[in-house]
């Protein structure tokens, strides 16, 4: 996919908010009013106060307390992070570095338009 095909399919997530969270085994379900992305990897959330990735205590409150806030902007960087950052400046990024890998993907997004989906 282009970046600039891959851009348009994130900004999808735009003024959507985080409408749900679903603890599943061994990943995470990140639901925008529609669009879907499961995450496998390393997921961090900092709220412009604190900072903590999954595997950590308080990890669950603090991503929870996401739910219901609407997307500002979203930034993929192939090998680095897929951030989505939420109109209070807080964010969730999902690390997509090499060695964060604990499966074949580290996110599969699912449910846009046209019944789009990426996985990386």
Known sequence: MSDEITSEFWNE???????????VQDYLQLKFDGPTINVTN?????DNKTEITSGNNGFRD????????????VTFEPGKALT???????????SLLPED??????IYAHGFRNDNWLTE
């Open 42 to 46: 390393p997921l961090t959330v900092n």
């Open 84 to 94: 989505i950052r939420f109109i209070d400046n807080s964010q969730i990024a999902v």
């Open 101 to 106: 890998y604990s499966s074949g993907e580290a």
């Open 13 to 23: 997530l735009v003024d959507c908010q985080l409408s749900s969270i679903e603890f």
């Open 62 to 73: 603090l991503l929870c307390n996401q739910i219901t806030k609407v997307v500002k902007d």
